[in-house]
C-alpha cells in the first residue's frame, strides 16, 4: 500500500504534463496558419495590383501605337497631298510657258504694249502716297531699259510686269513699318514710316520729330505734326505696328485736314 501512494504522484503529473502539451500544440499551429494566411492575402493582393498595373501599361501602349499609327497616317496622307499639288503645280507652270510661248504677237507689237503699261504704272506710283517713288519707278525704269535693248524678252517681261502689279496691289492693302529718306523742308532725313495702304503716310524721324504726308496740289509733302494728342496718336500707331499689330481701331490725324478722329 506504501508503494503504490508512492507512485500516484507521478503518475498524475505525468499525464497532466501530456495535457498541457496537447493543448498548446493545436495553439501553436493554429497561429502559423494565420500568419501564412495573412501573408497570402498580402501577396495575392500585390500580384493583383501588379496585373493591374501591367494591364494599364500595356492599354497606355495600344493607345500610344493607335496614335502613331494615325500620325503616320496622316503625314502619309499629306506627303501625297503636297506631291499631287507640286504635280499640278508644274503642270500650270507647263502650260503657262506653252501659251506664253505659242503667243501670236511679234516681238514688235508686245514690246510697244509693256512700255505703254510701264509707263502708266509709273504715273500711278507718281501720283499715290510719297512712298519709295524714286525706288519703286527707278526699278520700273531699269525694267524698261532691259526689254528696249532686248535683255528680256517680251514674252518673257509680261509676267515680270505682272509681278510689278501684284506687288502695288500688295502695297496698297499693306499695314506695315518701312524706312526710307524723305524731305524735310531743305532738309534730307531718314525716318521710320507707318504705310496705312494707300490712305495714309506717318513718319517719326530718329531725331523724335512725328508727322505726316499731306496732298500739297497734285504732289505731297512731309509736314511736322506740332500738337502734342496727334503726336501721342502717331506714336501709338508706330508702337502696335511694331508689334505686329496690324488691325484695330486708331484714333489718327487725317492728311487732307490736320484734324483727328
Known sequence: MTRLFAFRPLAFSALLAVGLAGVAAPSLAQDEADTLAQGLIRLRGEVEQLNAELELLREEQRVGLAALNQQKAELSNSSERQNLTAREAREKLAAKQAEI????????TLKPA????????QQHIRGGLPFKIEERTGELGRFR?????GSVPPQ??????WAYFEDEFRLSRDN????????LGDER????????GSMALYFRTRDGRIGQAQR???????VVLTETVQQQQVAS????????????WFELPLAAAGASR
Open 216 to 222: 500739297a496740289g497734285e504732289g505731297w509733302t512731309f
Open 156 to 161: 518673257r517681261g509680261v509676267n515680270r510686269l
Open 114 to 121: 509693256l512700255i505703254s503699261a510701264i509707263e502708266a504704272l
Open 189 to 196: 532725313v531718314l525716318a521710320d514710316v507707318a504705310k496705312l
Open 237 to 248: 500707331l508706330f508702337d502696335a505696328l511694331g508689334k505686329q499689330i496690324r488691325q484695330g
Open 176 to 183: 506695315s513699318l518701312h524706312t526710307q529718306t524723305l524731305s
Open 101 to 108: 510661248d505659242s503667243v501670236s504677237l511679234s516681238a514688235d
Open 145 to 149: 531699259a532691259e526689254l528696249e535693248n
